[in-house]
């Protein structure tokens, strides 16, 4: 809002002027910038340690803006994706979004990948009032509460501990109940929450924590964790990994010979084609969550057509082949602001917003409606078991019944093998 | 919580953890303990021996173990050739300490890219019969996927020790950086038998890296969280001591692993490096020092 | 100390630095002070590390370690008192020199590339502890919701970008002041020999301990902002590797035995980096701080000062 200014002497007046600039900018920005195309920018981890998935989470946004511009664009004006890329790296964040929206001046910011590059995007967003529909991050708004923030990671109103409810749920119908319990978790931030949010709830339930460590991403070899889990003699074990550390504790397990009843629950990375085919029948068993299978009761509408595209389009980037996980939520979270711009019929963001809080969106990923904490106002976190996996190809893992939906109900194909340990 | 089948899985799997370890801090040992050439990109080396396995393994399904042997002699020339860069650049010049260790990190960024750009951010792994089997000794278990590494390492040690104790160039390599002169003097030329050296030391990453990829899925990244494990390890061998580089190899594996099955895994770490700051502290020429 | 150019200079860039900040003098665009701020972080943090690794030789690999620390000490002060950066600021850089007059005695013994390793454990030693530290968010991170708006200066960040412009200013001149003080030929003497320095009478054991102290205090105050800035810190960002390999290739491009050597490496490659990051936006980006760090040390030993020298004709 330089331009509002360049000759303002005093402070105050300048403060004063300031916050009239924010009012008139906001209301300005959209009919002054609009020009013949929608800017979306945002910035996404393509190197550095998330790169992986920010990677394909960028290809499902490109099929989007494809998909988008063929059908004749969002109110008649073609999209447009300006990205840049953070190297995972959450000092890099503030610099890209400012970029964005004063040199680039995008009509709309999305964020990237994971709480770490969404948090540090937050205060710039809130200060113009943007929405701000964001990919994959946990609880980022409990301390932001700010209500333009849009979460399409299904982790539900309470994130914390509606992210493992649906494993203390299957594990509370088996007879007899479990009694006792072991959590473990990398130390970091994904994994601590997910910890946390698991040992509050079993605490509510009564179940006696026999174990409760933490371990340091680095560790290469885990079979003296899962004995020392073993020693204890746990009826369940929770885990919260990240990938090197999900096939670490896998392995482990494996070998151990791991006697829980259920063993799983946030393990970050089975979900991915490269680690699921490096894993193979190690992975039957295990009850853990998800966001998308191919399932009979999760055929969304477009979603297939949407895979395909991906799939296609992912060939020989280095990317995940199957694009499962996180890939149909990238496309929808752009879905949704397209739906609520279309609805809101102009580019006003205080508008979008409040159509965004209030309607019902369908896309891929089924129909979205948030809470008004900007989560998903009901949580849809599958927790889907590994059956019947014989071998290690590719294939394998695109048929129905490999991983079969447990939780929640309305979504259930299948039942459960129980115990882990058979 | 304790018991004695605990403490000797503990003990079992921290002497495995610790073969591996002592594979990875091999060659560093040679380069750095030796010749005195701060290596620091030689994790990166390894990485990249870690992704020659997994071509091999991935395309044609060959053997990772052999494939880091057979990679041995082409990572040595590579080795040879950096060499070459790193005297002429710094060491004629007797300007290594710094300028030699900035050389070397900007090495371990360009291999890292480099993996980055061919092969992508993905985990990568590799499948061997031996991956995944689990023998029972007792209540002690011992899993295949880092008993086979653990063996490949001693006999890699084996190898390396007999060389340098027993032929004449090998102990040229040993005398090397202690004294010059004397090295002249008996007609061995030190800059070609650094260069050898320094071969040898990246030579083994190719093996080091296959054994990386057997025990964990990588990616590119992954090489600078060992730069911290492998210094300490060969500075608390005692610079250059090869059975000392087991030694310590050993000990660290080890207490990481009892300390992450007694205390909690997310002090493991920590307790390595603080033996490593005790020891530089108090005993700075290593458990083996000369 | 006696004023000359340099002062005049400094001082121009302050008043400079404060009519754009503060009047709105030039129509500068927001970014240009996001990106400015974070290459101003480096020159603080490249002529910190030269501090010690220029002047007096020894290798510093632990710069994260020193800079996550100030940046956790704002964190605690923000937890405890809410507590406005002008307190941050001054209690992060105490916290560190502290630290680096711990590390200073604990690598008393340690020459060369010990020390340097040492540097290294002690960064992930810390790194450990924060993770393992729940009061300041742990491995999950902490929240801090700095404010929008702050008089005289208008936008929040252009008053960090000013404040940083200060430290940095204090920084360059007290790291020209060593250099040209009996502390820097202490310095250099050490970087020189050792050995005969100390038999020359040089007190290299408090010399030591002076540029670990002193090396620290600078990289804590330029940590100390930092969770105002990202408005989230969590270990693996504020322990960054980055922040090492930067502070390391500065120096090394700009020329490290003098002041003004960590400037204009900061100043290039930082916004060559800022640039990078929002034009070629891929692997490249890396490739550039490995490539030109290789370059320069191969092609340039005295980096770009040393070249400038020898194209003036009176190198040294």
Same mark, same amino acid.
């Given at each position: 809002m330089k331009s509002f200014g360049k000759k303002r002497l005093f402070g105050s007046l300048k403060k004063s002027l300031g916050a009239a600039a924010a009012v008139v900018g906001v209301a300005l920005a959209s009919p002054v910038q609009a020009g013949d195309t929608i800017k979306i920018g945002f910035g996404m981890a393509l190197t550095g340690g998330l790169a992986g998935a920010g990677k394909g989470a960028l290809i499902a946004m490109q099929v989007w803006a494809e998909d988008v511009n063929a059908r004749g664009g969002i109110l008649g004006k073609p999209v447009e994706l300006v990205y840049y890329d953070d190297q995972t790296n959450p000092a890099t964040v503030p610099g890209i979004y400012t970029k964005l929206l004063d040199v680039d001046e995008v009509d709309f910011v999305v964020s990237g990948y994971g709480t770490n590059l969404i948090a540090p995007a937050m205060p710039i967003v809130m200060q113009r009032g943007l929405v701000f529909p964001a990919l994959f991050g946990l609880a980022v708004n409990e301390k932001f509460k700010y209500d333009n923030y849009f979460q399409i990671m299904p982790a539900g109103p309470e994130p914390m501990t509606d992210w493992s409810r649906g494993f203390f749920s299957i594990a509370m119908a088996q007879d007899p109940p479990p009694k006792t319990i072991a959590l473990v978790g990398a130390d970091a931030e994904f994994a601590r929450n997910a910890v946390k949010g698991a040992r509050e709830t079993a605490e509510k339930l009564g179940l006696e924590i026999v174990y409760d460590e933490s371990y340091h991403p680095r560790t290469a070899d885990f079979s003296p964790i899962v004995n020392a889990i073993q020693a204890r003699n746990p009826d369940i074990v929770f885990v919260g990994s990240y990938p090197p550390?999900?096939?670490?504790?896998?392995?482990?397990?494996t070998e151990v010979g791991l006697k829980a009843k259920l063993f799983g629950g946030g393990m970050v990375g089975l979900q991915f084609a490269s680690i699921m085919t490096a894993l193979g029948p190690k992975l039957n068993g295990i009850v853990n969550y998800d966001f998308w299978v191919p399932e009979p009761t999760l055929r969304f509408e477009g979603v297939e057509e949407f895979?395909?595209?991906?799939?296609?389009?992912?060939?020989?980037?280095?990317?995940?082949?199957?694009?499962?996980?996180?890939?149909?939520?990238?496309?929808?979270?752009?879905?949704?602001?397209?739906?609520?711009?279309?609805?809101?019929?102009?580019?006003?963001?205080?508008?979008?917003?409040?159509?965004?809080?209030?309607?019902?969106?369908?896309?891929?990923?089924?129909?979205?409606?948030?809470?008004?904490?900007?989560?998903?106002?009901?949580?849809?976190?599958?927790?889907?078991?590994?059956?019947?996996?014989?071998?290690?190809?590719?294939?394998?893992?695109t048929k129905q019944g490999t991983r079969v939906v447990l939780y929640p109900n309305e979504w259930v194909s299948g039942t459960i093998n129980y115990p882990y340990a058979e | 919580m304790f018991s004695v089948d605990l403490l000797l899985n503990a003990l079992v799997a921290g002497t495995l953890l610790g073969g591996f370890y002592a594979a990875v801090s091999l060659g560093l040992s040679v380069s750095f303990g030796q010749l005195n050439i701060v290596n620091i990109a030689h994790p990166a080396f390894v990485i990249l021996g870690s992704y020659v396995a997994y071509m091999g393994n991935s395309r044609w399904g060959l053997d990772p173990i052999l494939l880091g042997l057979a990679f041995t002699p082409v990572f040595f020339f590579i080795g040879v050739g950096v060499y070459r860069v790193y005297y002429e650049s710094f060491e004629r010049k007797d300007d290594e300490a710094l300028r030699g260790l900035a050389f070397f990190f900007?090495?371990?960024?360009?291999?890292?890219?480099?993996?980055?750009?061919?092969?992508?951010?993905? $985990?990568?792994?590799?499948?061997?019969?031996?991956?995944?089997?689990?023998?029972?000794?007792?209540? *002690?278990?011992?899993?295949?996927?880092? $008993? *086979?590494?653990?063996?490949?390492?001693?006999?890699?040690f084996a190898a390396v020790y007999l060389y340098l104790s027993r032929t004449f160039n090998g102990r040229a390599i040993m005398a090397v950086a202690q004294d010059r002169l004397a090295l002249q003097l008996m007609a061995a030329d030190p800059v070609r038998i650094k260069q050898l050296g320094f071969g040898i030391?990246?030579?083994?990453?190719?093996?080091?890296?296959?054994?990386?990829?057997?025990?964990?899925?990588?990616?590119?990244?992954?090489?600078?969280?060992?730069?911290?494990?492998?210094?300490?390890?060969?500075?608390?061998?005692?610079?250059?001591?090869?059975?000392?580089?087991?030694?310590?190899?050993?000990?660290?594996?080890?207490?990481?692993?009892? *300390?992450?099955?007694? $205390?909690?895994?997310?002090?493991?770490?920590? *307790?390595?490096?603080?033996?490593?700051?005790?020891a530089l502290a108090f005993r700075p020429q290593g458990l083996f020092g000369r | 100390m006696r004023l000359d150019a340099f002062h005049v200079v400094a001082a121009a860039v302050a008043l400079l630095g404060a009519a754009v900040t503060i009047f709105d003098l030039l129509p500068i665009n927001k970014f240009a002070f996001f990106a400015g701020y974070v290459v101003l972080q480096y020159v603080v943090l490249a002529t910190a590390w030269n501090i010690m690794g220029g002047y007096m030789g020894y290798v510093n690999f632990g710069t994260a370690g020193f800079f996550a620390v100030g940046a956790y000490t704002s964190v605690v002060l923000y937890n405890l008192m809410q507590a406005p950066l002008i307190v941050m600021i001054p209690v992060a850089g105490a916290v560190c020199a502290l630290l680096g007059l711990g590390m200073?005695?604990?690598?008393?013994? =340690?020459?060369?590339?010990?020390?340097? #390793?040492?540097?290294?454990?002690?960064?992930? %030693?810390?790194?450990?502890?924060?993770?393992?530290?729940?009061?300041?968010?742990?491995?999950?991170?902490?929240?801090?919701?700095?404010?929008?708006?702050?008089?005289?200066?208008?936008?929040?960040?252009?008053?960090? +970008?000013?404040?940083?412009? =200060?430290? &940095?200013? +204090?920084?360059?001149?007290?790291?020209?002041?060593?250099?040209?003080?009996?502390?820097?030929?202490?310095?250099?003497? #050490?970087?020189?020999?050792?050995? &005969?320095?100390?038999?020359?009478? %040089?007190?290299?054991?408090?010399?030591?301990?002076?540029?670990?102290?002193?090396?620290?205090?600078?990289?804590?105050? &330029?940590?100390?902002?930092?969770?105002?800035? @990202?408005?989230?810190?969590?270990?693996?960002?504020?322990?960054?590797? @980055?922040?090492?390999?930067?502070?390391?290739?500065?120096?090394?491009?700009?020329?490290?035995?003098?002041?003004?050597?960590?400037?204009?490496?900061?100043?290039?490659?930082?916004?060559?980096?800022?640039?990078?990051?929002?034009?070629?936006?891929?692997?490249?980006?890396?490739? #550039?701080?490995? %490539? =030109?760090?290789? +370059?320069?040390?191969?092609?340039?030993?005295?980096?770009? @000062?040393?070249?400038?020298?020898?194209?003036?004709?009176?190198?040294?």
């Open positions: 550390d999900s096939v670490g504790m896998v392995k482990a397990a895979l395909a595209k991906y799939q296609t389009a992912a060939e020989g980037k280095g990317v995940d082949p199957l694009g499962y996980y996180l890939q149909p939520y990238a496309y929808a979270y752009l879905q949704v602001l397209d739906q609520a711009i279309t609805a809101a019929g102009s580019m006003d963001h205080a508008e979008i917003g409040k159509h965004m809080r209030d309607a019902e969106f369908d896309t891929v990923v089924g129909k979205v409606k948030f809470a008004p904490n900007g989560e998903w106002a009901k949580t849809r976190v599958l927790m889907v078991q590994y059956q019947g996996i014989e071998d290690s190809e590719l294939a394998t893992f | 900007g090495v371990m960024f360009i291999i890292e890219v480099g993996l980055i750009m061919v092969y992508g951010v993905d $985990f990568r792994s590799v499948q061997a019969p031996y991956i995944g089997q689990n023998w029972k000794l007792g209540g *002690v278990g011992v899993p295949t996927r880092m $008993f *086979v590494p653990f063996c490949v390492s001693i006999l890699m030391g990246i030579g083994t990453t190719a093996l080091a890296g296959a054994l990386l990829i057997i025990i964990i899925p990588i990616e590119p990244s992954i090489g600078r969280l060992y730069i911290g494990q492998v210094f300490a390890i060969a500075v608390l061998a005692g610079l250059g001591s090869i059975p000392g580089t087991l030694v310590a190899a050993l000990v660290l594996g080890i207490a990481e692993s009892v *300390v992450s099955t007694f $205390f909690g895994p997310s002090w493991a770490p920590a *307790v390595a490096f603080g033996i490593l700051l005790l | 200073g005695y604990l690598t008393l013994r =340690l020459r060369g590339v010990f020390f340097a #390793i040492a540097t290294l454990a002690l960064a992930i %030693v810390l790194e450990t502890l924060v993770v393992n530290w729940d009061y300041v968010g742990g491995a999950t991170g902490a929240y801090i919701l700095r404010a929008r708006e702050i008089a005289p200066f208008g936008d929040y960040v252009e008053f960090l +970008f000013f404040v940083m412009l =200060l430290l &940095a200013i +204090f920084a360059v001149s007290a790291a020209r002041w060593i250099e040209r003080s009996k502390i820097g030929r202490g310095f250099a003497a #050490i970087r020189d020999d050792e050995v &005969a320095a100390e038999c020359a009478g %040089v007190p290299t054991l408090r010399l030591k301990l002076i540029a670990t102290t002193v090396s620290g205090f600078l990289m804590g105050v &330029a940590g100390a902002p930092f969770v105002l800035y @990202v408005g989230f810190v969590e270990p693996s960002s504020a322990f960054n590797l @980055v922040y090492a390999v930067n502070s390391i290739a500065m120096p090394m491009i700009g020329g490290a035995t003098t002041w003004a050597g960590p400037l204009i490496g900061a100043l290039l490659l930082g916004s060559v980096q800022q640039v990078a990051t929002v034009t070629i936006s891929s692997e490249l980006n890396l490739l #550039i701080v490995g %490539v =030109l760090l290789v +370059f320069f040390v191969i092609a340039a030993p005295e980096g770009i @000062v040393g070249l400038v020298r020898k194209w003036r004709g009176g190198g040294r």
